[in-house]
Structures are given as C-alpha cells and as structure tokens.
C-alpha cells in the first residue's frame, strides 16, 4: 500500500552462478501453516523472542501468513504484536476490533477514510483482533509504535472536540475539522494539518487543554508526527527517514519496557525496511536491528521473514479526489531478476500456495564474493532477513469499508 522499499536496481550486479537454492512448500489449513515450509519455521520458534515479518505493503497474503505463524507462535509466548500505524490510532482501532470487530472498525473509518494505514485492511485487522486485550500490567498487546498518519487528523479531531473544556476551544476544533475533511475529499496535500501546522499552532492547542492528560497527548502526536511529514515535504529525506527511526524505537522501548513480562515475545508486521537486520536503504537503523540486538542480549534469537511476492495484485496508495487506493498488477521485473539470479523463476514457483526460501544457505553459498557483487538493495534483504515468503500470484489487500 504505502511503499517502504525501493525496488528499482534491485538485480544482482555481475554475481557468480549458483545453484538453485532449496525452496520449500508453504500452505494454510484450517486456518494453520502446513506443508515442509511450516515445519522449518516451528522449529525456529522456541529460541526465538521476536519474529521481524517485513513485507512490501498491499497483500493480502502477508497478513494471512503472519496470521497462520502467529497461532503456531502463540504456545511459546508470542502475545504481543507490533504494527506500522500510530500509537494513538492502533489504541482505537483496537477499541473499536473489540467492541464489534470488523463492523466497529468499519464505524470508525467512515467518519475518518483511510484515517490510519495497514490497520484498516481486512485481513491486518483479522490479524490484530488476535491480539485485544491487556496483561497483567495493563499494557495492551497490540502496540503501534509509528507516526499518526498523514490523514489521521480526522479520526483524532473529534476525540478533542469531546474533551474541549470550553464553546470556544470547541469551535476552533471543529472548523479545523471541517476544513480538514475538505482537503481530504479534493486531496489537497497542501492543507492538511499535517502539512501546515507548526509548534506555535500546536502551542495554542496544548494552552486550551492545559492539565488535560489524554489531549495533550494527541496533540504531541499531532505535533511530532507533522514535524516528520513536513521533512520529508521539504526534501529533506535522511533527516525524515532519521527522525523516524527514532520515534518508532522510543515508542517500541516504551512499551517493551512496561510489558509485565520481563522479556515479552513480540511479532513485528512492518516495512521491509523497518524489520531487517543492518543499516537500511534509506541509510537508518531501524527496528529489525534494535529487536535482533535485545534478543542476543537475552540469550535468544530474532527470526525475521521476508514476504515478497513475484507477481500477482497488489493495492497500492493513489490519493485523488473519490479515490484513496487502487488494485494494480504486480509484476514487478526488478524482483523476478532477484530471484532468477537466485536461480529461482516464476514458472518454477507452485501456482498455488506459498514458497519459502532460507537465505543462511545462499549467504554461505556464494560467500562475501557473491555478496558483494550484490546492488545494494538486493544485498540488503540477502543480509537482512533469514526467509524469504513468495508467491507468483499474491492477492491484492481489501479495505475494510
């Protein structure tokens, strides 16, 4: 849906032949993983603390994979599960999961469409209704640790208008919300809070809730999550793509830290960027190396997947007035060149079901020679992941509306 992986220049640069790797069949039943695929992923879940599940966003099939391992995840601990979306947007649509699952999420988008991202597809929201509740601390389960979306405004304005300690705050709330909903329905980039609002706005806003904990919070995170859009806007991307990496490990700490137990286990559902080991593409650190490093520390491993399609359909984010997304073919030549120089074709993948691919035996196989020779992307995943989850025909994401 929102790309956080460039694809382009994605073939391996003059790499030496190799033998075909082994592949391994994947499928669900009943709602469990099943075939050899299934097998080797088990056996990794008992050392494991984190399972890091990257993907290209959009699929359907990556949420109902992680949801499959998840069931197999849970009788060794795995009750926690960390999602791309805002910390205050992921406690709402978790509210609203609980109180009328899919129905209660669909309330909640249409006064606010496409108000958080991920969260509000089908088969995400599925997999984070396993996921409700709060332990013994009364931390939930079911953490959000990005930004608050670009569009959030919408969702997050009528939970100030609610608190609004006076007619006049009230108002100010409400014309803002107003003149937000306009923007969204032409998509005018140019006047979305996010967009425009700076530290003197937001400064006028904490005033008005001045000892009013809950506001106060949204609007910090209104604030924080404008400064990263408005970086980006202004092209300064490292900065952007910096300040990013840091609000999602302070968020992810802060609840790691408060988990009643001492070494919760976790499942990431993320960007590829955000859940592989090693300096990103982006030129971050990010969270795959942050959770991979507290594993160690903790005498356990983190097991990170790739899920990435060779073709199929795909949902991806195309914003115009009466149309926020749209389904597209993804065939996508950079990464079927990936895997051909893996020795691995789309014609030679089941048609149905999935494949799962080890990359620690290609990694020794073709040595720092071969990896080397790797462009930059494609050495990125080869090293930052331990699986790798495909498909010829993956199917596109559904929202939930």
Same mark, same amino acid.
């Given at each position: 849906?929102?790309?956080?992986?460039?694809?382009?220049?994605?073939?391996?640069?003059?790499?030496?032949?190799?033998?075909?790797?082994?592949?391994?069949?994947?499928?669900?039943?009943?709602?469990?993983?099943?075939?050899?695929?299934?097998?080797?992923?088990?056996?990794?879940?008992?050392?494991?603390?984190?399972?890091?599940?990257?993907?290209?966003?959009?699929?359907?099939?990556?949420?109902?994979?992680?949801?499959?391992?998840?069931?197999?995840?849970?009788?060794?601990?795995?009750?926690?599960?960390?999602?791309?979306?805002?910390?205050?947007?992921?406690?709402?649509?978790?509210?609203?999961?609980?109180?009328?699952?899919?129905?209660?999420?669909?309330?909640?988008?249409?006064?606010?469409?496409?108000?958080?991202?991920?969260?509000?597809?089908?088969?995400?929201?599925?997999?984070?209704?396993?996921?409700?509740?709060?332990?013994?601390?009364?931390?939930?389960?079911?953490?959000?640790?990005?930004?608050?979306?670009?569009?959030?405004?919408?969702?997050?304005?009528?939970?100030?208008?609610?608190?609004?300690?006076?007619?006049?705050?009230?108002?100010?709330?409400?014309?803002?919300?107003?003149?937000?909903?306009?923007?969204?329905?032409?998509?005018?980039?140019?006047?979305?809070?996010?967009?425009?609002?700076? &530290?003197?706005?937001?400064? %006028?806003?904490?005033? $008005?809730? #001045?000892?009013?904990?809950? !506001? +106060?919070? @949204?609007?910090?995170?209104?604030?924080?999550?404008?400064?990263?859009?408005?970086?980006?806007?202004?092209?300064?991307?490292?900065?952007?793509?910096?300040?990013?990496?840091?609000?999602?490990?302070?968020?992810?700490?802060?609840?790691?830290?408060?988990?009643?137990?001492?070494?919760?286990?976790?499942?990431?559902?993320?960007?590829?960027?955000?859940?592989?080991?090693?300096?990103?593409?982006?030129?971050?650190? &990010?969270?795959?190396?942050? %959770?991979?490093?507290? $594993?160690? #520390?903790?005498?356990?491993? !983190? +097991?990170? @997947?790739?899920?990435?399609?060779?073709?199929?359909?795909?949902?991806?984010?195309?914003?115009?007035?009466?149309?926020?997304?749209?389904?597209?073919?993804?065939?996508?030549?950079?990464?079927?060149?990936?895997?051909?120089?893996?020795?691995?074709?789309?014609?030679?993948?089941?048609?149905?079901?999935?494949?799962?691919?080890?990359?620690?035996?290609?990694?020794?196989?073709?040595?720092?020679?071969?990896?080397?020779?790797?462009?930059?992307? %494609?050495?990125?995943?080869?090293?930052?992941?331990?699986?790798?989850?495909?498909?010829?025909?993956?199917?596109?994401?559904?929202?939930?509306?």
């Amino acid at each position: 849906m929102i790309r956080t992986l460039a694809l382009a220049a994605f073939a391996l640069a003059a790499s030496p032949a190799i033998a075909a790797p082994q592949t391994f069949a994947l499928d669900i039943q009943d709602g469990r993983l099943t075939g050899p695929g299934a097998e080797i992923l088990r056996a990794d879940l008992p050392k494991a603390q984190f399972i890091l599940y990257g993907e290209d966003h959009g699929f359907a099939d990556s949420a109902i994979v992680l949801r499959a391992l998840a069931r197999d995840a849970r009788p060794f601990g795995f009750d926690h599960l960390v999602v791309e979306v805002g910390p205050i947007s992921t406690a709402m649509a978790g509210s609203a999961l609980a109180a009328k699952g899919l129905d209660g999420e669909r309330a909640l988008l249409q006064s606010a469409p496409m108000g958080f991202p991920f969260l509000s597809l089908k088969d995400d929201a599925l997999l984070a209704s396993d996921f409700l509740g709060n332990d013994a601390k009364g931390v939930p389960y079911l953490w959000g640790v990005d930004q608050e979306f670009i569009l959030s405004p919408s969702l997050l304005l009528p939970r100030l208008i609610a608190m609004a300690p006076n007619p006049a705050t009230r108002d100010k709330l409400g014309q803002m919300l107003k003149d937000e909903k306009a923007a969204v329905v032409t998509f005018d980039q140019s006047k979305f809070i996010m967009s425009r609002y700076k &530290d003197a706005d937001f400064d %006028a806003l904490a005033r $008005a809730f #001045a000892g009013r904990a809950e !506001a +106060l919070n @949204i609007i910090e995170a209104m604030r924080e999550s404008a400064e990263i859009y408005q970086l980006w806007m202004s092209g300064r991307n490292y900065e952007n793509n910096a300040r990013r990496a840091e609000l999602l490990a302070r968020n992810f700490l802060s609840r790691y830290r408060a988990a009643a137990e001492g070494t919760p286990k976790i499942i990431f559902k993320m960007g590829a960027e955000h859940t592989a080991i090693g300096t990103t593409t982006i030129n971050t650190v &990010d969270l795959g190396t942050l %959770a991979s490093s507290i $594993a160690r #520390a903790n005498g356990m491993k !983190a +097991l990170r @997947i790739l899920f990435l399609p060779v073709g199929g359909q795909d949902l991806e984010m195309a914003p115009k007035p009466g149309q926020m997304t749209q389904v597209v073919p993804y065939d996508s030549s950079e990464t079927k060149l990936f895997f051909d120089n893996l020795g691995i074709t789309a014609a030679s993948l089941p048609q149905k079901g999935w494949t799962l691919i080890p990359l620690e035996p290609i990694r020794r196989q073709i040595d720092n020679k071969g990896i080397d020779a790797m462009k930059p992307d %494609a050495r990125f995943l080869l090293l930052g992941f331990d699986y790798v989850i495909t498909t010829p025909d993956a199917k596109a994401a559904t929202l939930v509306e």
